[in-house]
């Protein structure tokens, strides 16, 4: 696609050849490479858009075809793992614009009318976010199946419970591994409803205004059916001002998942110190040092605890990227794909190695039945003076006492 | 209730009576201040507390009678804008059972049987949490209420859509507030979401790990039913999990309305200038300096973008202190409740604020008419050349090249 | 003082009115609440702001003397608890020229010549912050020294090394307490820059752009001089633009000492575990249970832990007051003196408790030396195959296979 | 380097070959990627190293001159911008070792005695530190001489200063430009309390403990003389500690200066919208749009402004990952160094950018002085009526029904 460089359709789309190099890399910064993940995106809305345009007669049957000939070859080249847009182009979109005016001709810059790069970015963002919801959803699903598996498998047995670090009252092995489970099912009804939210067909807001007094004006309604959405997002402000709001609403609604998932990650860590030795993990789970020969590891606890701390930072990054920020798309909005795309990537990953974990956990029913030891029946001994009558105050008292001059 | 200091039982239910003063203020912190906001909540869940003792024949209904009438005492002092806790006592949860004790005598003693200070905090939490879910749903309805009355106002009335701080396109009065009803109906639906989450009872969990094992155990169902909850939160290691996490669900589910709000406010710091004019606020809504007769000033704006930041940081707050934790509770975990009080505290006056503005709201119709400037209809223009049978980057190329010989 | 209610003198200095009680109370906030607190630093200020209107003949000697005991009347009121400002006025600096008013009659009036209370308000921080580094600075030096006499108390005496939570080679107790005395003495570096960054005099910028062009401009050395600052702060916009930014310099600058703090808080949670039982604290620094009579927990060292959390979401709400805005005072700017204050006061106490903790501290001498296992001495025993000739890779490959055939 | 792939020596050093693949490129992550950039710096520390075994008699000059020449070879190879890790190594130090034997033979093994990869890590950073300090310090003073330079150009020239976004008083171009050089002034003197504070040596602290008890210790005060470092960071454990909270450190002294560059952005996307037009940029550092011909962006203030939040961002996420941790190395700290070189990259490129958009600035002194408009001088009224004897606050009053009434 080098040759691309040299054709005489410019580059950047507002055909300006002579911005400053550090201007141009600055505020292209690594959208690029992320545009070049989203392509898949930004074709099957082009493919939608070409054929709305075809309904209001701009396009005819010959051309939409040529089109989605086009678009279908450069879906094609997506695959290889080595594709990158070529440097001299501002995004995706413009790329892919050229693209087509090099492989189509005229036809090619019939494509831009009624749409916006505003446009491409949010609905192919959209569409990325819809599947990436139902991807994470799955996931977590399966985190919950693992969990009762191994609940299953360690039916009822005992292990100390632990208020303050210290040992507080008798638990089972399921109760604890249920409770993230029941953790997820809830977290679950936030992500259902960003799925709800984000299903909403942007393309057709234009630059962010619609397209208001002119005599043409795209028929949405054809795009929200051919892209699968449910209702389209009528109010074209709405469509702008969902950029980075979207985002935030979406990772929000994670975020629940991955507080549990570090404070699950968390608790092994502790669970598997040799002087608890309540679990393991098989060795080839675990890792080893470069100069302490006796070492087995469980880093892969210590990167889940951390990556909700990395999760966290992308949600306060969009925070501070969108706040205080006024009406109509600027350009700090496309910082928001990083944190966004590398957020989403990190649950995915990190929800696979959950799983993994969770599957392979093995309890220590030797160290687990040693430690539930008497301290923590101590509560039991005084609700059993209730029974015989006492106050639940005096036997607390009484119990207390009793422990003491031990 | 000065009087209470002096009686025999112990002002902290542990029975220490020495415990270091600094360690003793310093662990105790804000929470008295807290305990006295939710002290009523913590009476109701009391009350049905007792009638589940009743139902499991520790406390005869001569007694619950009794606790009854005590129970109606306290919460009438609490209407005194000047209760306070003692500041001998440790929590809310410590007074209420001394006050019990200092009323009814040994029946008080009683009360504490199959509960915890953890089951009394998550369920007076829990309770504050449906009441505050409702009341910011239905400020949010009146927020979104007041946009559609001052859009029906303001019907097409045309005003420039800025990018990148520059005029655009021309869009309306209607469709810019609009957008922000939009933003808030879809907020709504992950409000919605945390009130389904948090409406379940966690009384009755015990200090985490419920009662095993033992021969007596609360029933829950009682109390489920009687404090109008949908469902009973089974896995007590769950309830002591929600700790926190429901905490951090809740502020980020709220957290998109506030994101709203925001930059509302920062478009109306904009469109207030001199230099645009296009809206203002009567003076009674603004105010001035102490050393330039000339200003006012829409402080109002101003402190409405900030608080968005404020919440933020409560949200980031609850990040940090949760984060990494084990499972069991610690006392970090107070921690949580004075960024969440104080951030539901201010989501109800600044949404309150927020509608006393949209009604305010005066539209400059001379100053936005005459805003609506020619450069505007430059998209249009090149669509113009498109409906006239030339492709859309043409016609685009051509209106740039008119515009800059000019 | 409720007298000054009634007074003709309007209440806010720009003397409306009517201003919306919504909008006042939501624009005023906790302000009064905090003024209160930094009022006695106002007075100062006021003080010498006086002495440079006499020096440029605004006021006579008389005048001056005249306010000072006026002032002087003030700041002993001040000393009761029970010290409110007036909730009929916006801020303590409009309560402050009232009070001098109410007291001197129109000398009062004359006060505010050649100073805004923006001038007012960063002269008074100005002077809080150089006092409380000056504390927090003496504060952290305590905390050093406590470490380095638990230190010399516990010299040379082994314990594990942990890494990933598992034991890794010997290491020793005073070695562990001095590692974070290092790390105090490096973070007050940055404790010092900012001492040096706030020695600077704001006073006399007026309302941020100084007086320009005016026949009487504010002798800004003598004010210098009187507070005892090091330089006077020339550029009147950068008077204005440090709101907000010294805040966070300060803030940041000291972040380290509570990251150090919380990590060995974190530390001490581990090592007091029953199960590793390294340390303990006497029973007056722990707390109980309401329902468990045997626990002695260690809040204290959770409460530390989750300070450093507390803590960090101040700066964090710095961050997104202040970021995106643009120069020139902006209401919003006030909503950082609630972080600024909050987050020293919770330093102040947390750095005493730290202390208190250090000096009491019980090292268990025997569980610490039965807990250095022969398993922490795999690398000294590559390396002395090392000294015999080998390898450090092929020492290591042979200690770790005789490790894993035992 | 593919061959290396095949060599006997294992790639992980710690010899296990079947580490489960999910787990392995998990907990790797991105760290091959950054070791590719920093490796540079753990090549020259590798030679302080092996001068120091020699110093020890455990390399004899001969072997030391055969690892020098293939480091020097290694070296070589990073020229190459195609370099790459390969990725079955788990770091940069594991394939430094292997490409030393596969280079060297038997002797390449002896290097990692009396040390361990966080020594390699922990020195490699520190090399790396001082150098970005360094840089950005010197790019820091540049960005304050191009301020200088503009004032200097517009010397004097009046512009309206803003409170609350309305005018207030007059101000001077210089002023405001100046304003920022001021406060980059003194955000150096955080940044250089910041290169104090890196220029120790942690290279000999091994894993973080030393090497208690042991035959031999390195002789650390050669690496600290070999490698450049003012002092030799003495506590192993404070070795270990200062990872993560060095790049803490770092990154909070210079975050102020991304707060005083974003402010500036801010500034001047206000001050450039058409209708303020105070100052402007030269197209070429200015950007277009696809479907509107007549835009000019200022996108690159867009940037400037967002690249704060981004920034700020990575220090949240540094909170994040080391709170709570305890004493000794986890695995979860080697997810700092992301958000660390990440940060630094930025604000190098941004600061550049800074530079360029100062230099290029263009004051518009037709609209400057159209806008020093009368009501600026309200205040200068005032003081007027002061030096004729009024007081302040009557004088202000005064000014005030005057303006009213117009």
């Not at 993230?180 to 942007?202: C, E, H, R």
Request: proline share 3%; charged share 25%.
């Amino acid at each position: 696609m080098k040759h691309l460089k040299k054709q005489t359709l410019t580059t950047k789309l507002w055909g300006e050849y002579d911005t400053d190099e550090l201007i141009s890399s600055f505020t292209i910064g690594d959208d690029l490479k992320y545009d070049a993940l989203l392509l898949k995106y930004d074709i099957v809305a082009t493919k939608a858009h070409i054929r709305m345009l075809e309904n209001i007669d701009i396009l005819t049957n010959i051309e939409v075809e040529k089109l989605d000939i086009a678009l279908d070859e450069l879906e094609k080249k997506l695959t290889d793992n080595s594709f990158m847009i070529p440097a001299v182009f501002e995004d995706g979109h413009s790329f892919l614009e050229a693209f087509l005016v090099d492989k189509c001709g005229e036809v090619g810059k019939k494509i831009h009318f009624l749409r916006s790069r505003n446009d491409q970015s949010l609905v192919m963002m959209r569409l990325f976010m819809k599947q990436k919801l139902d991807d994470i959803h799955a996931l977590t699903a399966e985190v919950i199946g693992a969990l009762e598996k191994q609940a299953e498998k360690n039916k009822e047995m005992l292990m100390p419970g632990y208020t303050h670090m210290q040992k507080a009252m008798p638990t089972r092995v399921d109760t604890w591994l249920l409770s993230f489970a029941a953790g997820l099912t809830d977290a679950l009804l936030l992500v259902n409803a960003s799925k709800q939210i984000v299903n909403q067909n942007p393309l057709g807001s234009g630059a962010g205004f619609g397209f208001i007094g002119q005599q043409v004006i795209p028929n949405r309604e054809i795009t929200t059916q051919l892209l699968g959405f449910k209702k389209t997002q009528q109010n074209p402000m709405y469509c702008g001002l969902s950029r980075g709001l979207y985002e935030l609403m979406i990772l929000q609604s994670i975020q629940p998942v991955l507080s549990l998932m570090s404070q699950h990650a968390s608790d092994l860590l502790l669970y598997t110190m040799k002087e608890l030795s309540y679990f393991s993990l098989p060795k080839n789970l675990t890792t080893g040092s470069s100069i302490m020969p006796q070492k087995h590891n469980y880093d892969v606890f210590e990167l889940m605890r951390g990556s909700e701390s990395v999760f966290n930072s992308y949600v306060t990054q969009i925070y501070g990227i969108i706040s205080h920020r006024t009406s109509g798309y600027q350009r700090d909005l496309q910082l928001t794909k990083k944190p966004f795309i590398e957020a989403i990537a990190l649950v995915e990953e990190v929800l696979n190695v959950w799983i993994l974990t969770i599957n392979s956990l093995k309890t220590n029913k030797r160290t687990l039945s040693r430690a539930v030891s008497p301290e923590l029946y101590a509560t039991q001994k005084a609700n059993e003076k209730v029974m015989q009558g006492m106050s639940f105050r005096d036997a607390y008292i009484e119990i207390k006492q009793e422990l003491e001059q031990l």
